[in-house]
């Protein structure tokens, strides 16, 4: 099959996609409630679309397209209120989280559908353990060479973004040590990774995708796992790093960081990215999942170290103009303070120190999840 | 020969025990029969009026136990209610009054009319307003199955056993007791009782709740903690002819509302849920005599006829309104079927108070006998065509 043309978008524009954990109010535990939410949802339009996920016991939900941070959080505010109260009527709780804190996944099931089944044949065990929660944020770009440029100029972004929405810190009931281990699970397939280093469109689709297609590996751009991949027939960039974080609230500001540092990244000021850049992405991804915001990361061009926390604190100013001209200096303020006060691993970490049973993350973040938290 | 004798009554409960308990694991295998469902045909063989194989006589240590394991059941079923859904969508309680008073209606004119006295009819209608909390429960435990269907059948069942109690209670003080014939009073102690039994369940919840809290903060594994104070409960509400039901479920809501928790594996109370299970099912069938079987087969079919329908039309009359097909609602009708083991330890309980009910009530011995064995199966198919049972093979 050949890859898609690369269909123009407007550039800076964004779109986000978060998967929900589906769980029992009596037990906290994973519940494959997604077909009756399903049915119940689709009685009324809802904001975004909704489908099944893998498993049933996850719902993904999508916003439109979106030029602000304003209007993106908007419509994620109205979904999940949409959710949250199909969720009271059929007695399903809804949640983010990047995993489910002591889920056990010989229990989970698979939703039927055609090439879920087909995944889960493939990939066993594996399928099942997949059953983690992930943000992707779409950003537009104007042609497919902008996409590739975005895509590696970010290369050294990414711990941001997964030391900023990392809330999985607790597996199969116990503290996993990472901030995010939900990209652990990821790691398995075969597929995962980054992207290989081409930065023409053309050279992309000839020198790699084709003829990985004629190995028969794969059939479209959606065997690719990778960290940050092209998705030419929406014609975006597609970041796929971040854990669902806790709040739809989190979700839009972590789009506005990503559209805002594009934004910087497309003035140029930067030299080009490079393929020695990613000597040190493996480190610098493991600090992020391992340690969050202490990770300490190398530079790729000076090999200088520095904390996650301070080098986003000092990205967060350096993109300050650019997230002026687009309206949302307020979602840079509240990665401002998940810089200065911790993500949301460590506040789940929080509530089992304080609160005890694990049972009790899930019921910290059922509350985060339906309560507005102030937008500034 | 009488050494033999009593050999023979020493040892014929745990033999039956074991005989129902391989019957139920072949038929599982070979039948694909739910387990509950052979425990009852096994216990109505052994019988003492059928095979005879069990002694007569029911109250003693079996009774006891067999109200333990139902306090167990009740005690789990309790814990997976949801007060807040009841709150959230007040359809799911709307639903449940009306399915019950639907069916206590229907059966007391079936009763009437197939010729029993007002004060049996009464308490047959009272009864069968009920669903059995243990037969749903098992089998949705063996099947692993959730969803809609599994989720309301529990609710439902929970709630029409409470109503069931609080207008058993009015029948047997009006009606058999005449304790003042005054409608009124026989509502006010039937409201005392439950009221009284309820705190006690909330009472011993919330106490045992802060106590674990206090001991042990993660403990992941209350099981013994909430074993031993259903035991309790369900000893000193019989002693002090309060509801056990209702005690033991409040019991479970209390607990599980002040956040102890109670988690999958520990389902079912293991090993120890799973031999009192196979207690619970045969004690039941053996109290049923095949005479009076036979005697009330006729009403006992129509009243099972009436009854299920006013539930699968009242279920399903609410299914859109509160959030699910109707489909979906037929089949929680289909599934509230069950009735037995709360109907058999309901009349036991009042045998002790010097009242026979279950010999003057023959429908009501074939309801129980048909309802025990059919029951386990009409819910097992009803989760499979909801398609909330897990497609993984059991390992």
Redesign the interface.
């Given at each position: 099959m050949a890859l898609d043309a690369f269909t123009p978008s407007r550039r800076g524009t964004l779109g986000v996609e978060l998967e929900l954990q589906l769980v029992?109010?009596?037990?906290f535990?994973l519940?494959?409630?997604s077909?009756?939410m399903l049915?119940?949802l689709v009685r009324r339009p809802f904001p975004g679309t909704v489908t099944p996920e893998i498993t049933q016991s996850m719902i993904e939900i999508a916003t439109g397209i979106h030029e602000s941070h304003a209007t993106l959080a908007a419509e994620l505010i109205q979904m999940r209120d949409a959710l949250v109260a199909?969720g009271?009527?059929?007695?399903v709780g809804v949640c983010g989280g990047g995993t489910h804190p002591f889920q056990h996944w010989t229990?989970r099931?698979i939703f039927e559908k055609p090439r879920f089944e087909r995944v889960s044949a493939l990939y066993g065990y594996l399928t099942r353990q997949f059953t983690v929660f992930g943000q992707h944020v779409h950003l537009g770009c104007a042609d497919g060479d902008e996409a590739l440029f975005l895509l590696h100029a970010l290369n050294r972004y990414v711990p941001h973004f997964i030391a900023l929405a990392a809330s999985s810190p607790f597996v199969q009931g116990t503290d996993t040590l990472f901030d995010s281990s939900r990209l652990n699970a990821i790691s398995a397939f075969p597929l995962s990774g980054r992207a290989p280093f081409l930065m023409s469109w053309n050279e992309f689709e000839t020198r790699y995708f084709d003829r990985m297609a004629h190995t028969g590996i794969v059939a479209s751009m959606k065997d690719f796992y990778w960290d940050i991949r092209p998705k030419p027939e929406y014609g975006t960039i597609e970041l796929r790093v971040c854990d669902t974080p806790l709040t739809v609230e989190r979700a839009a500001a972590i789009a506005a960081y990503l559209q805002a540092l594009c934004a910087h990244l497309l003035e140029r000021e930067a030299p080009d990215p490079v393929e020695d850049d990613y000597l040190v992405y493996t480190h610098n991804r493991f600090q992020a999942c391992r340690f969050g915001l202490e990770g300490v990361l190398v530079n790729p061009r000076t090999y200088e170290r520095v904390t996650i926390r301070d080098d986003i604190l000092a990205t967060l100013d350096r993109v300050r103009p650019n997230a002026a001209a687009l309206g949302s200096l307020g979602a840079l303020d509240e990665l401002r303070m998940i810089a200065l006060a911790g993500n949301d691993a460590a506040e789940l970490r929080r509530a089992r120190a304080e609160r005890?049973?694990i049972?009790?993350v899930v019921?910290t973040a059922l509350q985060r999840f339906r309560e507005s938290s102030p937008i500034t | 020969m009488t050494f033999s004798t009593e050999l023979i009554a020493e040892i014929a409960w745990p033999l039956a025990l074991l005989v129902a308990w391989l019957a139920g694991e072949m038929a599982f295998r070979w039948l694909n029969l739910p387990r509950i469902a052979v425990y009852a045909m096994t216990g109505f063989a052994l019988a003492p009026t059928q095979l005879g194989f069990l002694p007569a006589g029911t109250s003693g240590p079996a009774l006891l136990l067999a109200n333990i394991a139902f306090g167990l059941i009740l005690f789990e079923a309790g814990?997976?209610i949801?007060l807040?859904?009841l709150r959230?969508?007040p359809w799911i309680a709307v639903t449940s009054v009306v399915e019950a008073g639907l069916s206590f209606a229907v059966v007391y004119i079936v009763a009437s009319v197939a010729g029993l006295a007002s004060t049996a009819a009464l308490l047959l209608a009272a009864l069968a307003m009920a669903t059995s909390p243990a037969t749903i429960l098992r089998v949705v435990n063996e099947q692993?199955s959730?969803?809609?269907v599994t989720?309301r059948l529990l609710?439902l069942s929970v709630l029409n056993c409470v109503l069931s109690v609080l207008a058993f209670k009015i029948v047997v003080g009006l009606a058999v007791f005449h304790t003042s014939g005054s409608l009124l009073h026989a509502v006010r102690g039937s409201a005392f009782v439950l009221a009284a039994s309820a705190m006690a369940g909330a009472v011993a919840g919330i106490a045992l709740s802060a106590l674990l809290?206090h001991l042990e903060?993660?403990?992941?594994d209350n099981t013994l903690a909430f074993a031993i104070t259903v035991i309790t409960i369900v000893a000193l509400t019989h002693v002090l002819q309060l509801s056990p039901v209702v005690a033991a479920l409040t019991f479970g809501l209390a607990t599980?509302h002040r956040?102890s928790?109670?988690?999958?594996s520990q389902r079912g109370f293991g090993a120890l849920g799973d031999i009192l299970a196979v207690l619970l099912f045969v004690f039941v069938a053996a109290t049923l005599d095949w005479r009076h079987v036979v005697a009330g087969l006729g009403t006992g079919l129509a009243v099972i006829g009436v009854r299920q329908l006013a539930k699968i039309a009242s279920v399903g009359a609410f299914s859109y309104v509160?959030?699910?097909?109707l489909r979906?609602g037929l089949l929680v009708g289909l599934g509230t079927a069950p009735v037995s083991a709360f109907v058999v330890l309901m009349l036991e309980q009042t045998r002790h108070l010097g009242v026979h009910l279950v010999d003057d009530l023959a429908p009501l011995a074939a309801l129980a006998l048909l309802l025990e064995i059919l029951g386990p199966v009409i819910v097992r198919r009803t989760l499979v065509a909801a398609?909330?049972v897990?497609?993984?093979p059991e390992a």
């Open positions: 029992a109010p009596t037990d535990d519940v494959p409630a077909p009756d049915a119940l199909a009271d009527r059929l007695n229990e099931r005890g049973a049972e009790n019921a | 814990y997976r949801n807040r859904w959230a969508n692993r959730a969803g809609q989720e609710h809290r903060p993660a403990q992941r599980r956040r928790f109670f988690g999958r509160s959030g699910i097909s979906k398609r909330e897990a497609r993984a």
